[in-house]
């Protein structure tokens, strides 16, 4: 079995989650149009390839992104794992995140609800839009301004859902450590997808975050490996965190590349696989809008790096040592 398909547990769920998993945001249409044709071909892929984890939400492509993940998995022989989230829903107005999602309706506002009602509502029209019953993981999305929500209202409703069978596995889906220890402290997460935070470039994670993941059993899937490009190739206007990466983000990026460039090894393959290095990790998530993308993605991940990679980077400062 290739790295890539191998299985991890979350908890005692009965939840499974391959090691590399698929976000569907770029299949959605993230800032470029995907036909229908192309995202039922990638999804086909995936599950071929033995990719049995994909990740969605509401909010890519406002809707897009669960449909199309929906019809491809129905297209395909696999039952692999489905994660989405909650705390968005839609209503008629101006899309002013059109720009980024232009397969979208340019005719829908999304805005957040975590009242009991909002969320039993943003869940049921997700699995309408995957066309299933029920789905195995549901994360609480964005909720770095809604903190006590999150706590109080939504992990209540999702709990009682879990209970009807709506879902197996509760989490938080977020971008900020701070935010994501509040909520793992006060609830009893099952997983925890945070974007770009435990990185090449970023290990912040580590300090708080994954200690106290490992301290109450909440699996991680570690997403935002690439930091939104510049760990694929950092080249002047490469993005950093969705936005142009500073010179010095540039310069340590380029440094790493450069060192790496000694093993012969290519710097998405060493961006993809650092979070395996931490005992928290269950899966690394990564986008994908092309087939070329995602058989890149497979390929960087399945590459055996040298066993002293790790500890010759850490000699050199380029990344710290791990902290449990």
């Not at 994909?54 to 406002?62: E, H, L, N």
């Not at 019809?71 to 829903?89: A, Q």
Request: net charge negative.
């Amino acid at each position: 079995m290739m790295r890539h398909s191998e299985l991890r547990a979350i908890g005692n769920t009965g939840v499974n989650v391959s090691r590399l998993g698929l976000g569907s945001a770029p299949v959605s249409g993230l800032f470029h149009k995907v036909a229908e044709k192309d995202a039922d071909a990638l999804i086909l892929e995936t599950l071929d390839s033995g990719i049995s984890y994909i990740d969605t939400a509401p909010f890519y492509g406002y809707g897009v992104g669960e449909t199309r993940v929906g019809r491809g998995v129905k297209l395909s022989s696999h039952n692999p794992t489905i994660s989405t989230k909650v705390g968005r829903l839609f209503r008629p107005g101006k899309n002013i995140d059109f720009d980024k999602f232009p397969d979208a309706d340019p005719n829908l506002e999304a805005y957040f609800d975590y009242s009991p009602a909002g969320i039993r509502q943003s869940l049921e029209e997700s699995l309408t839009r995957l066309g299933r019953d029920s789905v195995e993981i549901v994360y609480i999305h964005d909720a770095d301004a809604l903190i006590r929500e999150a706590i109080d209202v939504v992990y209540p409703v999702l709990h009682a859902m879990r209970d009807e069978g709506l879902l197996k596995a509760i989490g938080i889906g977020m971008n900020w450590c701070a935010t994501s220890v509040a909520i793992m402290k006060e609830t009893d997460l099952d997983i925890a997808l945070i974007a770009g935070r435990f990185t090449l470039l970023d290990q912040s994670a580590q300090e708080e975050l994954y200690p106290l993941a490992l301290k109450k059993n909440v699996s991680i899937v570690a997403a935002g490996v690439y930091n939104s490009g510049v760990l694929v190739n950092p080249v002047d206007g490469a993005r950093f965190d969705y936005e142009p990466a500073s010179q010095e983000i540039l310069n340590k990026a380029r440094a790493i590349k450069s060192f790496l460039e000694k093993y012969n090894v290519e710097l998405p393959a060493a961006a993809l696989q650092f979070p395996l290095r931490h005992p928290a990790v269950a899966s690394v998530l990564t986008g994908a809008g092309t087939l070329a993308e995602l058989r890149a993605n497979i390929a960087y991940f399945d590459t055996e790096l040298p066993a002293e990679l790790w500890a010759d980077m850490e000699r050199e400062g380029l990344i710290p040592p791990i902290n449990q």
